[in-house]
């Protein structure tokens, strides 16, 4: 057998959590095969079971310190079945949304000012010394700043809706614990025009890039696949709730309008024995090619349209790109987000202007039920939460796919294609060359949060062995 | 603004990932004058305008494996390539805060010594709250003064 050599990345670099990448090579230098492992922590479905219903939604967030909102609302959504038959007021229902829309806008605009445009700014192969958040600081002052006060600006939001930014508690079975006052809604509306401006700048910093780079982003780790969201009833874009679509790569449909509850019916979850990840797939089409996208290229391909005007001109004006049929550019992902960060902040404009947030009927309560399921679509993609509940109020089973389990198997093709492309055959495996692989990655913004960040941990270790592990080379970053 | 500004930051569903909003919850029921307290679970870019305006800062979280029952060592700006931006050092958030907001306090890493990560659970080992007990001892009454926390650091 010829001589493999192994290249590992770990952890990946401006990524959330822990992952680690694996490459093979061969003697040649040929890439062999090229693997994401993403360290997942699956103790958590366990943990829940005993624990009284009513404490999912706080509970949920010890999951991860990176998305810890949308568990929250999609335990909570899952318990709303528990409790009132999955009935809430106004008040509440728009309450959610808009510590949702509110965790949406920051989650965006963090990914794309902080993680994303050193690579664009500066260059997927430049010195890594410049190229990170410090040097986008340097040298673009106005961009940085405008990252951090738009992250500020919806961390603000999910304070004033979920009570704190730690373990926040607005959300409860069956609705909210707290309206907005009118002296918080007042202190955002007065900085909201500010925020939509900025969120229609880097909606055009990603539109200009994708399109004046178009030539070499076009195959960058893309590749066809299906997708998959959930969408209002009538096709529109919601990030908050609706019914599960999916279509394939030419937008063909492959199940739409599938209730929640139903989702076990049209999707399945395979392990395999080198990851700790699930991977999920459309159970109709099977495991071979039943895998799909989640997050916001996939919701821009699979809605019929956004309900927000801005935002719906800036998705027309990307399915244009792809004569309307589905847009399978894994670079497309940053336009994608940012048409999405614009929406978001319209849909904060929308709710500041409703009264019903200064309500006061906040929860309801209906028939017991014993089992609830709670689907939203997180700024990763789509998060599944199922519990069942015995007649003590305790969980006795919790099943949660989180949007990064779903791009698990796209985030695998990526790194192998880009691995082939650009790293396949070269003399010398440089730093910007791996860089490339973690661009790929980046664009699909994993949440591998699962780990703890305790200082000490989180050294980036390159080592390249051969077919029986010897270490040929090691390098480490950080 | 002024004044001392403590962040204590983790995970405290982890174990003793909790260590450092612990330190914080404890500071904060102290009710120190002129000492701010803050508390989430990661470092984040949005930290940057709140350090800027304080003439000293300390960042305290979780270690995995200094000397017990705690480090301290002095920080200065600047850039790593192995952070991730929801997880920022903070030497990133004082380089940012520098950058960005103009300010430059004195700033100190507090890394209380930590052994339990690893599950989901909210309270500390036995050894870590041991730990946490003996770096608020230490913290406490350096606060007014905080460049006593170089030198005993």
């Known amino acids: 057998m010829a001589e493999l050599k192994r290249i590992s990345i770990e952890p990946v670099t401006r990524v959330e959590g822990h992952g680690k990448v694996t490459i093979l090579l061969d003697e040649r230098n040929k890439v062999h095969e090229a693997r994401l492992h993403i360290v997942e922590f699956r103790g958590f479905e366990r943990f829940i079971q005993g624990r009284p219903f009513w404490e999912a939604p706080v509970a949920v967030q010890r999951l991860c310190g990176i998305c810890p909102v949308s568990h929250h609302l ?239 001109a800036a998705r027309r004006e990307f399915m244009a790109l792809t004569g309307g049929k589905p847009n399978n550019i894994t670079m497309a992902y940053h336009w994608a987000r940012m048409i999405e960060l614009l929406h978001s902040g319209e849909k904060i404009r929308d709710l500041l202007h409703d009264p019903d947030l200064q309500g006061t009927d906040l929860v309801v309560r209906g028939p017991r039920q014993g089992e609830g399921v709670g689907i939203i679509e997180a700024p990763r993609g789509t998060l599944f939460h199922h519990y069942r509940v015995n007649e003590n109020d305790q969980i006795t089973m919790c099943n949660l796919i989180v949007s990064t389990t779903s791009n698990n198997e796209p985030m695998n093709r990526a790194v192998k294609k880009v691995a082939m492309d650009h790293i396949s055959g070269k003399p010398e495996i440089t730093e910007g060359l791996l860089n490339h692989v973690e661009v790929a990655i980046r664009a699909y913004d994993p949440c591998l949060s699962c780990a703890t960040h305790a200082m000490g941990r989180m050294p980036l270790v390159v080592t390249l062995r051969d077919a029986e592990g010897r270490v040929l080379a090691e390098r480490s970053r950080g | 603004m002024g004044g001392v500004l403590v962040i204590g930051y983790g995970n405290p569903g982890r174990q003793d990932d909790g260590l450092g909003p612990a330190l914080a919850a404890a500071l904060e029921e102290l009710g120190l004058e002129g000492v701010t307290v803050d508390s989430d679970y990661q470092l984040t870019v949005e ?95 350096r606060l007014h003064n905080p460049v006593t926390l170089e030198e005993e650091g």
Request: charged share 25%.
């Open chain 1, 74 to 312: 999609a335990a909570a959504k899952a318990m709303d079945w528990i409790v009132s038959g999955n009935r809430l007021t106004p008040t509440a229902e728009k309450m959610r949304r808009l510590m949702h829309y509110g965790q949406t806008f920051q989650s965006h605009a963090l990914h794309f000012f902080h993680l994303v445009s050193p690579d664009l700014l500066f260059g997927f192969d430049a010195d890594p010394a410049i190229r990170n958040v410090i040097g986008v600081a340097r040298k673009y002052p106005d961009l940085a700043v405008q990252g951090v006060m738009m992250r500020k600006y919806g961390q603000e939001i999910i304070k004033a809706t979920a009570g704190k930014k730690i373990h926040g508690t607005g959300a409860i079975p069956g609705g909210v614990n707290k309206n907005l006052s009118v002296q918080e809604r007042d202190a955002f509306l007065k900085d909201l025009e500010q925020q939509l401006a900025w969120a229609r700048g880097a909606l055009k910093i990603a539109k200009d890039y994708t399109s004046e780079h178009l030539a070499t982003l076009a195959d960058f780790g893309s590749f066809d696949s299906n997708h998959l969201s959930i969408v209002r009833e009538d096709g529109c874009m919601d990030l908050y709730d609706g019914k599960l679509r999916a279509i394939d790569k030419d937008g063909n449909t492959l199940f739409d309008m599938v209730d929640n509850a139903r989702y076990h019916e049209v999707i399945a979850e395979e392990v395999r024995p080198w990851s700790y990840m699930k991977f999920p797939f459309i159970r109709a089409i099977g495991p071979a090619n039943g895998w799909y996208r989640v997050g916001p290229l996939a919701r821009i391909n699979t809605c019929t349209f956004i309900d927000t005007p801005e935002a719906e």
């Open chain 2, 47 to 141: 930290d940057a305008a709140l350090v800027a305006r304080h003439d000293a800062v300390v960042f305290a979280d979780a270690h995995v494996s200094c000397t017990a029952p705690f480090e301290v060592r002095r920080l200065h700006p600047g850039a790593t390539d192995s952070f991730s931006t929801h997880h920022v050092s903070p030497e990133a958030v004082l380089a940012l805060a520098r950058e960005l907001f103009g300010g430059e306090p004195r700033a100190f890493a507090l890394g209380i010594r930590g052994y339990e990560f690893d599950g989901f659970g909210e309270v500390l080992s036995e050894a870590a709250q041991a730990n946490l007990e003996r770096a608020l001892e230490f913290l406490v009454p």
